[in-house]
C-alpha cells in the first residue's frame, strides 16, 4: 500500500472518531432544545388553562364547572386548583411538563389567574 492509501484510511479513521465525539453532543443539544419546547408548551397550556377558569368563574360557574373548564384547556393530567375569597377568584393550574401521567415530575409548569366575581 503507498502513502496515499495510508493517508486515506488515517483519515477516514479521523472522521469516524471525530464523529464518535460529535454525535453525544449533537444528541444532547437536540434533547436540550426538544425539552425547552415542551416545558414552553406546557406553560402556555397551564396559563390557557388558568384564564379560561377564572372567566368561567367570572361569569358565575360553580366550582366543578371551573375545574372542568380549566381541565378541558390543560389537558387530563393537569391539577386544578379554584380558591375564591370575598368576590375575587383564583385558578391555578399546575401540569408536569415531560412525564407524562404523573402530576409531579422534575419540571412542572404552573400558572394562576385572577377574576373578579360579577354580582
Known amino acids: 500500500m503507498g502513502a496515499a492509501g495510508r493517508d486515506a484510511a488515517h483519515e477516514r479513521g479521523s472522521v469516524t472518531a471525530e464523529l464518535a465525539v460529535v454525535l453525544p453532543a449533537v444528541v444532547l443539544l437536540l434533547v436540550a432544545l426538544l425539552v425547552l419546547v415542551a416545558s414552553a408548551l406546557t406553560q402556555l397550556r397551564c396559563a390557557d388553562a388558568a384564564r379560561a377558569g377564572a372567566r368561567a368563574a367570572a361569569i358565575g360557574d360553580d366550582e366543578s364547572g371551573v375545574r372542568a373548564t380549566a381541565a378541558r384547556v390543560a389537558g ?4 386544578v386548583t379554584v380558591a375564591r375569597s370575598g368576590d375575587w377568584v383564583t385558578v391555578s393550574v399546575s401540569d408536569a411538563v415531560v412525564s407524562r401521567g ?4 422534575p419540571l412542572v409548569a404552573r400558572a394562576s389567574a385572577v377574576a373578579w366575581v360579577e354580582p
Open 76 to 79: 387530563p393530567d393537569a391539577d
Open 102 to 105: 404523573m402530576r409531579t415530575g
